[in-house]
């Protein structure tokens, strides 16, 4: 963890005064929207091979728990990361 802490601190750009936000604010945006894009992956899917049939797989603890916490959590980490001043 104090590896990647380091990394993180060492990430800058000749250009960060002048700019709004920095090289760090989008890594950390960067973060924010592969969790975003992980918590859509992991809420797609659940059809039936047949409409005929019902599937109640689409109610599984993943779709319906665990998704929409990632894609919240996303979203309100790049909100912290849009505003967070280095």
């Known amino acids: 963890m ?3 802490k ?3 601190s060492k990430i ?3 250009n960060d005064g ?3 936000l ?3 604010n989008y890594v950390l945006l960067l973060i924010g929207f592969v969790v975003i894009v992980i918590g859509f ?3 797609a899917g659940g059809g039936s091979p047949s409409p005929d049939e019902f599937d109640y797989s689409m109610f599984s603890w993943r779709r ?3 998704a929409p916490i990632l894609v919240i959590g996303g979203f309100a980490f790049e909100i ?3 505003l967070k001043r280095f």
Do not use: H
Request: net charge positive; no cysteine; proline share 0%.
């Open 80 to 82: 912290y990361a849009s």
């Open 22 to 24: 920095s090289m760090r």
């Open 18 to 20: 002048k700019m709004a």
């Open 12 to 14: 800058t750009d000749g």
């Open 41 to 43: 992956v992991l809420m």
């Open 2 to 4: 104090g590896k990647l």
């Open 6 to 8: 380091d990394r993180f």
């Open 64 to 66: 319906i728990t665990l």
